[in-house]
């Protein structure tokens, strides 16, 4: 008989195997594993395991023994099996390295590791395993971990156009800003394509006719036009990030009928509450737009950001700042070529950047350029800080399609 040593194999390893094994072999059979992880952290009993050259089912014999009633494992080929009496297995035998299959057939490898459930005090011989299995079995943990592990997903990021507000004053948009200045202001959305399947907007536009009337855009399209224009039906949208309440952001929330509405809790409770019980604390905020937002709530596809530097979806942050609105907040999405910033109406020109100058919009100036140095720390490269409302996103990014270019 070969000589053994001792070893204690933790339960966070035998339920790092399960999971591991979970999409190959199926969650029903990686459930035993995890029981036995369980069972461990209880306190109750210990893993131990042995290694040496006897027979199969004599090994098997032994550890299915009073010590053993339920449960053990084999490592040198991951091959699950249903044995006798129900016990479930991760089973050695016969087949090349790489390779996994199933089999009801019991076999007698040259090496074989086993493990079992064992009171604390123990001495049975079932106890001991060598170390140089003990190594094999955790490097088999690490490659089904690293083979299951998915990807950590990246996007593709686009500003949609749907349309141009003419004559824009400029002093409206910056602080301090010249007031004869004028600028045709794009409105636009930003659409997020991710590697995950999901389709992010942040912002939804708007489309209802009081304010086309007012404004009177060119070149106007709704925004669920403009977002299929860029590839993606209105239905597909899986989510919208919502940056503040004005209209020209929420309005075209009821566009998408499928998509999550993700918005700050506190933005979403002062502008369908209190904002309303005086007359001068919900400017730019239209009713008809918070009516569909408590549409979208009782429908259940509302969701809350809960503050500052959250990742609401993998790969996607929201950030708080700027002061824009009550609670306005800013995006930030991982691309191939590292991580851009979605200021929206945070910053609303390249030139608040530039200028170091705070928007004319805002209920907090100091604020909102403490929001302006935060994106300049999150963006992994200036060119990919992304304004709100500057048509010269339309000129320092690649053209797609008509209103359309790719933030890379």
């Keep these: 008989m070969n000589r053994r040593r001792f070893v204690t194999f933790s339960a966070?390893?035998?339920?790092?195997?399960?999971?591991?094994?979970?999409?190959?072999?199926?969650?029903?059979r990686a459930t035993s594993l995890l029981k036995l992880a369980e069972?461990?952290?209880?306190g109750l009993e210990r893993w131990l395991f042995r290694s040496d050259s006897h027979n199969r089912?004599?090994?098997?014999?032994?550890?299915?023994?009073?010590?053993?009633?339920?449960?053990?494992?084999?490592?040198?080929?991951?091959?699950w099996n249903e044995a006798q009496r129900g016990v479930w297995r991760l089973e050695v035998g016969g087949c090349r390295a790489g390779s996994y299959g199933r089999t009801s057939v019991m076999r007698s490898p040259r090496m074989s590791t086993s493990a079992g459930r064992m009171p604390v005090g123990s001495?049975?011989?079932?106890?001991?395993?060598?170390?140089?299995?003990?190594?094999w079995f955790s490097a088999l943990v690490l490659s089904l971990l690293s083979a299951q592990a998915p990807a950590p997903p990246t996007y593709e990021a686009f500003a949609v156009r749907f349309?141009?507000?003419?004559?824009?004053?400029?002093?409206?948009l910056v602080a301090g800003a010249d007031r004869e200045r004028k600028l045709d202001i794009p409105v636009m959305v930003w659409l997020l394509k991710g590697s995950n399947g999901r389709m992010v907007l942040v912002d939804s536009g708007f489309y209802r006719q009081k304010f086309l009337d007012q404004w009177k855009p060119r070149d106007f399209r709704t925004p669920a036009a403009a977002v299929e224009a860029a590839g993606?039906?209105?239905?597909a949208v899986t989510d919208i990030i919502i940056s503040h309440a004005h209209w020209d952001h929420v309005g075209g929330v009821d566009l998408f009928p499928n998509a999550t509405v993700w918005i700050q809790r506190e933005e979403y409770r002062y502008y369908t509450g209190e904002a309303w019980q005086a007359p001068n604390t919900h400017g730019g905020v239209d009713p008809d737009d918070m009516v569909a937002l408590l549409r979208v709530n009782v429908q259940g596809r509302l969701r809350f950001v809960?503050?500052?530097?959250?990742?609401?979806?993998?790969?996607?942050?929201?950030?708080?700042?700027?002061?824009?609105?009550?609670?306005?907040?800013?995006v930030t999405v991982k691309l191939s070529s590292g991580t851009a910033v979605v200021t929206s109406d945070n910053v609303y020109l390249y030139e608040n950047l530039d200028k170091h100058a705070p928007i004319a919009q805002t209920l907090d100036a100091a604020s909102n350029l403490k929001a302006q140095d935060r994106v300049r720390t999150l963006a992994s490269d200036p060119r990919l800080i992304v304004p709100g409302?500057?048509?010269?996103?339309?000129?320092?990014?690649?053209?797609?399609s008509d209103g359309v270019v790719a933030i890379r």
């Design 12 to 28: 966070s390893s035998i339920a790092a195997a399960a999971l591991g094994a979970c999409d190959s072999f199926g969650p029903k």
């Design 39 to 42: 069972r461990k952290n209880e």
């Design 57 to 79: 089912v004599a090994t098997n014999a032994r550890l299915s023994g009073r010590s053993f009633p339920r449960y053990f494992i084999s490592d040198s080929m991951p091959v």
């Design 123 to 135: 001495t049975t011989l079932a106890a001991r395993i060598t170390m140089s299995r003990m190594l």
């Design 163 to 172: 349309g141009i507000v003419p004559a824009f004053p400029v002093s409206g």
């Design 232 to 235: 993606v039906k209105p239905e």
């Design 306 to 330: 809960e503050g500052d530097d959250q990742e609401i979806i993998p790969g996607i942050r929201c950030y708080t700042g700027g002061k824009h609105t009550w609670a306005s907040q800013f």
């Design 389 to 400: 409302h500057d048509p010269a996103v339309f000129e320092r990014f690649a053209r797609v």
